[in-house]
T-cell receptor, first 113, second 113 residues
């Protein structure tokens, strides 16, 4: 099976702009979760989508949003970018139930200048 | 509160030596525990998982971990380190309440020739 894919792999944006990141899960996986990874804060959960519905949400401002399509592909959007949004954004897919193991994509490296 | 603590942000071993990476969790319910590895500029790769079937769990690349409920620990070991094991390792706990993986801060493993 093909793994989780994320596009683009690298992005450079300017403060105030918005960005959309894409994630294609492993075939058959219905759950997609997004994480932000930074040196200072480590890995932090953004949100999870299951069958096109946001099922769980982390403690991030409303500038961070997402959606999931009927084919389980997911997009994450960040509006009004801030310098602190520079991070590696990881997408993970899973079946959505036990045993809850998640499989990660290679990530999108976002740099905000 | 549910949490994961990895003791030691940096561990250095010689090639061929035993690898021991420590992880302790805090949870009021039986946990689902995972170890992931991250190589530079890559996503996270699942090494192994504990889902209550067996306390000693074997994973990929010769790694294994033992779940000890009395010590609330899930330490990762490998009998003989290889240069290719140099990477960052994350212990994670699945939180059923929030539907997310809670990660430790990570341990960087250095393998010296």
């Amino acid at each position: 099976k093909a793994g989780v894919t994320q596009t683009p792999r690298y992005l450079i944006k300017t403060r105030g702009q918005q960005v959309t990141l894409s994630c294609s899960p492993i075939s058959g996986h219905r759950s997609v979760s997004w994480y932000q990874q930074t040196p200072g804060q480590g890995l932090q959960f953004l949100f999870e989508y299951f069958s096109e519905t946001q099922r769980n949400k982390g403690n991030f401002p409303g500038r961070f949003s997402g959606r999931q399509f009927s084919n389980s592909r997911s997009e994450m959007n960040v509006s009004t970018l801030e310098l602190g949004d520079s991070a590696l954004y990881l997408c993970a897919s899973s079946l959505g139930g036990e045993p809850y193991e998640q499989y990660f994509g290679p990530g999108t490296r976002l740099t905000v200048t | 509160a549910q949490s994961v603590t990895q003791l030691g942000s940096h561990v250095s071993v010689s090639e061929g030596a035993l690898v021991l990476l420590r992880c302790n969790y805090s949870s009021s319910v039986p946990p689902y525990l995972f170890w992931y590895v991250q190589y530079p500029n890559q996503g996270l790769q699942l090494l192994l998982k504990y889902t209550s079937a067996a306390t000693l769990v074997k994973g990929i690349n010769g790694f294994e971990a033992e779940f000890k409920k009395s010590e609330t620990s899930f330490h990762l070991t490998k009998p003989s380190a290889h240069m290719s094991d140099a990477a960052e390792y994350f212990c994670a706990f699945y939180s059923g309440n929030t539907g997310k993986l809670i990660f430790g801060q990570g341990t960087t493993l250095q393998v010296k020739p």
